[in-house]
C-alpha cells in the first residue's frame, strides 16, 4: 500500500480567501482570453468547425464514379447484404453499355441508422463505396435528410482527394482526358 503524506496547509491557505481570489483570477484569464484572443482557444465551434480527421477514418461514404461520370456501382447488392444495420437500400436497372449487365437507378443510405462500421465498404466488389469523405458530423433538421441519395453520395470533387488516383479519373480529375481515352468513353 502506497500512503501519500498530505503537505501541511500554509497559515494563507488556511484563511482560503487568498486561494479564492487566486481561483478567481484563473477563471477571469479564461474568460478574458474566451472574449478577446478566440482564435488563441483549443477549442473549435462545433459544429460550424469541425475537428480534422484522417481519410482513413470512417466518415460519410461517397459512391465512385467511372470517367464519364456514371457510378462505378454495378448494383449487385453485396454492400445492402453485408451491412448489420440494414440501412442501404439499392434498385437496379439495365445498364446502357453492353460490357456492363447492370447499373444503380436508387442507392439510398439512411445515415440515421448506419454504425459506421465499414462492412459495406469491405463487401464492394469493385471499389465503389467508400468512406473517406472526412465528414463525421452530420447535422439536419428532418430526419430525412439524413438518408443520402444517389446524387448526394455522387456529388464530390476529386480536388478534395488528390493522392487518390481513382477520384483524379472521375470527371473534373486530373487524371480523367486519359481515363476516357484509355477507356474509350465519351462524356455522358
Ligand atoms: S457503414 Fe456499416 S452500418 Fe453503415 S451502411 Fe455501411 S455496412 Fe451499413
Ligand atoms: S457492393 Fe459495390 S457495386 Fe455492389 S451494390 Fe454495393 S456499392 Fe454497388
Known amino acids: 500500500m502506497r500512503v501519500i503524506k498530505q503537505k501541511p496547509m500554509t497559515l494563507g491557505e488556511r484563511l482560503y480567501i487568498f486561494e479564492a481570489i487566486r481561483g478567481l483570477w484563473t477563471t477571469l484569464k479564461h474568460a478574458a482570453r ?3 484572443c478566440y482564435d488563441s482557444l483549443p477549442t473549435i465551434s462545433y459544429p460550424e468547425g469541425q475537428p480534422e480527421v484522417r481519410n482513413t477514418y470512417r466518415a460519410k461514404h461517397r459512391l465512385m464514379l467511372r470517367p464519364d461520370g456514371t457510378p462505378r456501382c454495378v448494383a449487385c447488392g453485396m454492400c445492402a447484404a453485408a451491412c448489420p444495420a440494414h440501412c442501404i437500400f439499392i434498385e437496379a436497372t439495365q445498364s446502357d453499355d453492353p460490357r456492363i449487365e447492370k447499373r444503380v ?3 439510398d443510405i439512411d445515415h440515421l441508422t448506419c454504425v459506421f462500421c465499414g462492412l459495406c465498404v469491405e463487401a464492394c466488389p469493385v471499389d465503389a463505396l467508400r468512406m ?3 465528414v463525421i458530423s452530420l447535422e439536419h433538421r428532418t430526419r430525412d435528410e439524413f438518408v443520402s ?9 476529386p480536388a478534395d482527394y488528390p493522392d487518390d488516383k481513382q477520384s483524379q479519373m472521375a470527371p473534373g480529375g486530373t487524371l480523367n482526358k486519359q481515363a476516357l481515352e484509355t477507356w474509350g468513353m465519351e462524356v455522358k
Open 149 to 157: 441519395s444517389l446524387f448526394d453520395l455522387t456529388n464530390w470533387n
Open 105 to 107: 437507378m436508387r442507392f
Open 34 to 36: 474566451g472574449l478577446f
Open 132 to 134: 473517406d469523405t472526412k
